[in-house]
């Protein structure tokens, strides 16, 4: 039973535009999650987080928007380059020490 | 700064074979976890520590086996390879709060993978 759903495997995106990776949840006890981002041959490294106390968080191109109630959360990258070409993945704390990751979404922004 | 280190970073074993992924940070992390990502699947906990001589199970622990000797080192052990264990093996790290959180920094710091290949 997946708790953290990316149901797009896969994303394809202007460069410039608005790029949006979608992420669903089960747990509704899950209160805090992250965004990571994977090149290849890479681990994932940490991109921006949110608190279930927040609806918005944004860090420079970055915003991640948590909607609680709908148990989703997005992340928007404006304006979308080619060097962000990677796997994001989200993440929710589930309890103590757990992370729970969903399978990814492939971006690939095009010159 | 290292990070947190990998070793080996491929492996091709057979089946029965055993085998230990070794991992190291030098961040001080009181925290330290073992996750495999398989296509489809994301990334799933094995293993993980809170700590020297603290060690529990996570989402998929069987044929896992870990230990936390010291800080720094937390070493994976495949003690008879299956094929389902061909998967890239992420080692990560963090700080941990007394009350349990990773929440401080939100971050997971992870090594680059170790693709290990069962025939």
């Known amino acids: 039973d997946q708790q953290v759903k990316q149901n797009s495997p896969s994303l394809s995106v202007q460069e410039g535009r608005i790029s949006i990776l979608n992420c669903d949840y089960t747990?509704?006890?899950?209160?805090?999650f992250l965004w990571y981002k994977k090149y290849p041959a890479e681990g994932p490294t940490f991109l921006i987080s949110i608190s279930s106390i927040k609806d918005k968080n944004e860090d420079g191109r970055f915003t991640v928007f948590l909607n609680k109630s709908a148990k989703h959360l997005s992340l928007h990258i404006v304006p979308s380059q080619p060097g962000d070409s990677a796997v994001y993945f989200c993440?929710?704390?589930?309890?103590?020490?757990?992370?729970?990751f969903g399978t990814g979404t492939r971006l690939k922004v095009l010159a | 700064n290292a990070g947190v280190t990998q070793t080996p970073k491929f492996q091709v074993l057979k089946t029965g074979q055993s085998m230990t992924l070794q991992c190291a940070q030098d961040?001080?992390?009181?925290?330290m976890s073992w996750y495999r990502q398989d296509p489809g699947m994301g990334l799933r906990l094995i293993h993980y520590?809170?700590?020297?001589?603290?060690?529990d199970q996570g989402e998929v622990p069987n044929g896992y086996n870990v230990s936390r000797s010291t800080t720094e080192d937390f070493p994976l052990r495949l003690l008879s390879a299956a094929p389902s264990q061909t998967s890239v093996y992420f080692c990560?790290?963090?700080?941990?709060?007394?009350?349990?959180?990773?929440?401080?920094?939100?971050?997971?710091?992870f090594g680059e993978g170790s693709r290990l290949t069962v025939l």
């Open positions: 990560a790290s963090s700080y941990a709060l007394a009350g349990g959180s990773l929440t401080n920094t939100g971050e997971l710091f």
């Open positions: 961040m001080n992390h009181e925290y």
């Open positions: 993440a929710a704390e589930s309890g103590t020490y757990k992370y729970i």
């Open positions: 747990n509704s006890m899950f209160d805090y």
């Open positions: 520590s809170v700590g020297a001589g603290i060690t």
